[in-house]
């Protein structure tokens, strides 16, 4: 194994008045002017605080699970930090879903739990000769037994699960959570019309009193599982055209429903018969088809209706607004729900969480944007009384601070927090913000010309490109117009060459929202302000790595950078991990180990910066190691004589390098 380097910690600091020197010379700088909070801002020093000193003494804090791993055509698992939990000697091996792991050599299994205790399977192992075949099906984690072509399962005691042998057995499948495994498989019989269904648990309980009818096309079967918010689980089973719900103690929730559907926005089933409706949000609890609908409000929410009075109902099954009005109408731009539109009688109110009236109006559909109200479909604007300002203003967009966007007559017009016209464009389409989630530019503005063309404006109107585009990642406005790139923060804005898009990256640390910017070999952190932070020796950003955690709760960030066509690793306050030398650098996520490449030789390091093993590991074309180890992601074991390497079975192909 090579002797270990001594990192270099070096970051290259170049003194403001040097950097507004190279600003001003080698880039064009538009400076606006700032508001008296935005100078107040400037005065005030961002410190960014380095834990390379303590990176050597750091543990991360890592997922608490294990990994496949193969070495020389042999099976084991192993954890995070690479340690091995099951010995490499199986032929084959599986993680289940609940974290055990089940080991096989010769048709004989053995269990283990994660941390490595190991549970020969004797029952199990003792009958695996008896049938006609015999294996453990993952998508019901249970073993699959045949007998003259017809099927049971079989648990880790060697007990069959059920009472007779089925011509299907499979798993049913989960609506909510789709990640879940759902505790209960399905057992069909053939007949003549189709087949009989039943329902198990995956302890073996029988929760069907009796068989359904279903036609079993092409192997699929119409039954569906949901785990409530509290853990408990039902299943909706089709039965010829109607449904029922079954909990999975056996107890029958409703019979007979028309249709049933999972319902995102409450994260519940929700079941129709004869016209009416039903939430099915807690197993065990029969449910009253009491509603006369049911519709989306948001994503986070439905409105119902019962007995011709309509309320809103929440995801966690409150009612957040009294099922008492003639009508909920919608009411879009406000997300946190401290508003609604709704209409008793002729009519119309806007009233607050409390039910207090706001103001009255004559529009079927609000839209808040800002301080005002669009009247979608009816046209109009009011302000946060209901007065109409402006009976002829469609009002499109806020961009968070002072600019709306909009339409009079026909006319894109981009106005003022009065709403009074900056300036109209009767040759526009339309004219937007520029936003990302509820962050947006507050300078400039997209707009679409004959409908092909994208340009973009700025707060006074002005038009500043035709066919450029423009995006808004996080606090920070990227526009890309005529050779060159803007990078654009609320007070200051910096042209690149376009040449310069590649190291532009916009990023946050320790909380600090700012912008990289490569620029003549130096790649400078700037905050929203574009004041520079620090300075590196480097040309680019190639990857943001996922945050570190260590145990003492300590997050920091690293970055593979690029200097010159070569890659290091730059702690996120710049101090060199790794100096820039390398042809490729692989990081391999949740591990805080990666893998550096030159002349064809690969070697892994860890997060420190700290050689693990030597350049002794080769690569081919498609990223495929040679020498026996199986493809995939790299784990390293470094706790006692040579490090072991395992890897994961993933191939890693040109479009996962780097993951």
């Not at 699959?144 to 060697?158: L, Q, S």
């Not at 949000?281 to 006369?292: L, M, S």
């Not at 007559?409 to 913000?433: A, K, M, R, V, Y």
């Not at 306050?573 to 996520?589: A, K, N, R, S, W």
């Amino acid at each position: 194994m090579m002797e270990r380097k001594t990192r270099r910690r070096t970051m290259r600091k170049i003194s403001f008045g040097v950097l507004v020197l190279i600003l001003l010379c080698g880039c064009s700088v538009y400076r606006k002017a700032a508001s008296a909070e935005t100078e107040d801002k400037q005065k005030e020093k961002t410190e960014l605080i380095s834990v390379d000193d303590r990176l050597p003494s750091m543990t991360l804090k890592l997922r608490n699970s294990v990994m496949k791993a193969c070495e020389n055509g042999k099976y084991g698992a192993i954890d995070e930090t690479g340690m091995p939990v099951v010995p490499l000697e199986y032929d084959q091996l599986t993680i289940l879903s609940d974290g055990q792991i089940l080991a096989e050599t010769a048709s004989q299994y053995t269990l283990y739990d994660a941390a490595g205790t190991s549970q020969e399977l004797t029952a199990v192992n003792q009958q695996v000769q008896n049938w006609d075949s015999f294996r453990f099906d993952l998508t019901l984690n249970l073993f699959r037994v045949e007998k003259e072509g017809r099927y049971a399962v079989m648990n880790f005691t060697g007990e069959l699960l059920t009472e007779q042998f089925y011509d299907e057995v499979q798993r049913v499948l989960s609506v909510a959570p789709y990640s879940s495994e759902a505790p209960v498989f399905l057992a069909a019989e053939r007949n003549e019309n189709g087949y009989e269904v039943n329902l198990y648990t995956s302890a073996g309980k029988r929760i069907t009193s009796k068989s359904y009818k279903q036609t079993g096309a092409d192997g699929v079967f119409d039954v569906s599982y949901y785990e409530d918010h509290a853990g408990g689980g039902l299943v909706a089973i089709r039965n010829r055209d109607s449904y029922d719900g079954i909990d999975l103690n056996g107890n029958l929730l409703f019979s007979g429903a028309d249709h049933v559907e999972y319902n995102e926005s409450i994260d519940a089933l929700i079941a129709e018969k004869d016209g009416k409706s039903a939430i099915l949000n807690q197993a065990g609890q029969k449910v009253d088809f009491i509603y006369d609908r049911i519709q989306r409000y948001t994503d986070q929410s439905v409105i119902i209706t019962q007995a011709g009075k309509s309320g809103i109902l929440d995801a966690e099954g409150k009612i957040i607004l009294p099922v008492s009005y003639d009508e909920v109408l919608y009411l879009y731009g406000l997300p946190e729900l401290t508003e609604f539109n709704v209409r008793n009688g002729a009519q119309r109110q806007v009233i607050d969480q409390e039910g207090n009236v706001l103001f009255e109006h004559h529009s079927d559909e609000l839209y808040k944007e800002g301080n005002y109200y669009a009247m979608r479909g009816t046209g109009g604007t009011m302000d946060s009384q209901g007065h109409v300002v402006s009976p002829d203003l469609n009002l499109y967009r806020y961009n968070g601070k002072d600019r709306y966007t909009g339409e009079i007559h026909g006319i894109s017009c981009l106005l003022d927090e009065n709403l009074e016209i900056i300036q109209q464009f009767p040759d526009l389409d339309w004219i937007s913000t520029v936003c990302s989630g509820t962050r947006c530019s507050q300078n400039y503005f997209q707009f679409l010309r004959e409908s092909i063309h994208y340009g973009v404006m700025d707060r006074t109107g002005e038009i500043l490109f035709e066919d450029a585009e423009i995006e808004q990642r996080g606090d920070v406005t990227l526009i890309s117009a005529e050779e060159k790139i803007i990078c654009a923060a609320d007070s200051l804005t910096q042209a690149l060459p376009a040449s310069a898009e590649a190291a532009v990256h916009p990023t946050e640390i320790q909380g600090v929202s700012g912008i990289f910017i490569g620029e003549a070999g130096n790649l400078t952190f700037y905050d929203l302000d574009l004041k520079p932070l620090y300075t590196v020796a480097a040309d680019r950003i190639v990857l943001e790595l996922p945050v570190f955690e260590t145990e003492d709760g300590t997050k920091f960030k690293e970055f593979i950078i690029e200097k010159d066509g070569k890659q290091g690793v730059m702690l996120e306050t710049g101090e060199m991990i790794l100096e820039p030398v390398y042809e490729e650098l692989l990081h391999f996520y949740w591990t805080g180990y990666g893998m550096a490449v030159n002349q064809g030789k690969a070697a892994v390091f860890d997060f420190r910066g700290n050689w693990i093993t030597d350049f002794v590991y080769t690569l081919n074309e498609n990223f495929k190691i040679h020498e026996n180890r199986i493809v995939g992601e790299w784990y390293t074991n470094a706790s006692e004589g040579e490090p072991t390497v395992y890897q994961r079975e993933r191939v890693i192909t040109d479009e996962s390098k780097g993951s």
